[in-house]
Every structure is written in C-alpha cells, then in structure tokens.
C-alpha cells in the first residue's frame, strides 16, 4: 500500500510541474504570453523582459515598450514590487502560473531564502527586482532561475555573466 500511495504521489507531483496543455494552433510563444498576462496582469506584447546576472545574483528589468504607456508602466510597478515581496517570503506562485512549471533554481532559492535579498527599484519605464546575496549556493540558484527566464522569454541577453 505504501508503494502505491508513494507512486501516486510521485505522478501527481510530476503532473503538476508540467507544462501547461497549449490549446491546438497555439505557439509555445503565444502561450507563455497568455499565461505571462494573466499571471503578471499586463500585456507582453507591450512590456520589454530582460533578465541579467550578476557577479552577487541578478535582475529581473521589465519596462513598458511605450514610455506614455502610463497603465502598463504601473502594473509593471505593481507587479515587481509584488515580485520582490513574494520572492522574499519564498513564494514563487507567479513564475508557476506564467511557465506552468518550477522554474529551475526555485527549489534552492527557497532552501536558502534567509541568505537572499530581493529589492524593488523603479525605472523610468517600469521596474526592476535586483536579487542578491553572498552566498554561492544561493548564487549558484538565482543564476539557474534567471538563466531559465531569459530561454523561456527569448530576451536574447546573455547566458553568462559580464567580466
């Protein structure tokens, strides 16, 4: 009994960290930006991601495409500052909700949460979530995040850091 019961358990947790079932015709693209919308409560097409690392973590930067834009802009705002203050408390729900997966990194963020610091800043066309800590295991785990990011979203920036 007990084997059944730990192999249920086994496919119910790999069923959850699937990706979401794309409707038929639907592009992975086209996906991730329905999923992203709902999730982040803003429209991709009009918000630019980059995701950077740095030599003590990284950033996650999302500024609306049009600088007038005043409504995206602010819930872009909103939803960083929601970011840093999640992330802090080790609640990764929103990258869930927009891959449909954990994100690579999260499980260990989370293990090391006391060793990471999460800070909302302001841009002139958004916001940004600088992630740091001095802790290389820790590191190690926001570079894996962020590295998973900038693949799923295609920002093209780069996958290493800049010496």
Do not use: C, W
């Not at 249920?8 to 959850?16: C, D, E, N, Q, R």
């Not at 015709?25 to 429209?43: I, V």
Request: hydrophobic letters at 40%; a neutral charge; aromatic letters at 6%.
């Amino acid at each position: 009994m007990l084997i059944r019961t730990l192999t249920l358990v086994s496919i119910l947790t790999a069923l959850a960290q699937a990706h979401h079932t794309m409707p038929p015709g639907m592009s992975h693209e086209a996906h991730l930006k329905q999923m992203g919308a709902a999730a982040m409560g803003f429209d991709q097409d009009k918000a630019a991601h980059h995701f950077r690392l740095r030599q003590d973590g990284g950033t996650i930067d999302v500024e609306a495409r049009d600088p007038a834009d005043a409504v995206t802009r602010q819930a872009i705002r909103t939803h960083l500052q929601d970011i840093a203050a999640a992330f802090g408390r080790g609640d990764f729900s929103k990258p869930f909700e927009t891959h449909g997966e954990v994100p690579p990194g999260v499980k260990a963020m989370q293990r090391r949460r006391q060793f990471l610091q999460y800070r909302y800043e302001e841009l002139p066309a958004g916001g940004r979530v600088v992630i740091s800590t001095a802790d290389v295991n820790g590191r190690d785990a926001v570079f894996e995040f962020l590295r998973y990011q900038i693949r799923e979203h295609a920002t093209g920036d780069p996958l290493t850091i800049p010496r």
